[in-house]
């Protein structure tokens, strides 16, 4: 069992950057493949950043060039650094670990609570 944290989400302007972490208990966390997502109102969840065990990183279309991500493998803990943040970022964000790197949700075996992140015009 895994139990992970998010934190981090706020209001911001357009243009803003802001930082979410995921913090995950446990001892394998090395080993997981992390990944956000995001719940936009009136819309499923949608992938938009994962980063591997091995800190290989890959990001939806919508948020390339935006969006990094990175972890700490002594803190456990993965990180989605968002900058150039957009009103249609608005959403709720969540962490999610599994064996294996995927963006499909369906896929990921645990995950965080959420984080609301509000982006104003």
């Known amino acids: 069992q895994v139990r992970l944290v998010e934190s981090g989400g706020g209001l911001v302007q357009a243009g803003d950057s802001l930082r979410l972490s995921c913090t995950a208990s446990g001892r394998s966390f090395s080993s997981y493949d992390m990944g956000w997502f995001r719940q936009r109102p009136g819309t499923e969840r949608e992938f938009v950043a994962g980063?591997?065990?091995?800190?290989?990183?890959y990001f939806a279309d919508s948020v390339k060039g935006r969006f990094t991500i990175s972890r700490d493998n002594a803190k456990n803990t993965v990180y989605v650094q968002m900058n150039s943040l957009k009103p249609e970022d608005t959403a709720v964000y969540y962490c999610?670990?599994?064996?294996?790197?995927?963006?499909?949700?369906?896929?990921?075996?645990?995950w965080g609570q959420g984080t609301q992140v509000t982006v104003s015009s």
């Open positions: 980063i591997s065990w091995s800190s290989r990183s």
């Open positions: 999610a670990a599994r064996y294996g790197v995927s963006i499909h949700t369906d896929e990921y075996s645990w």
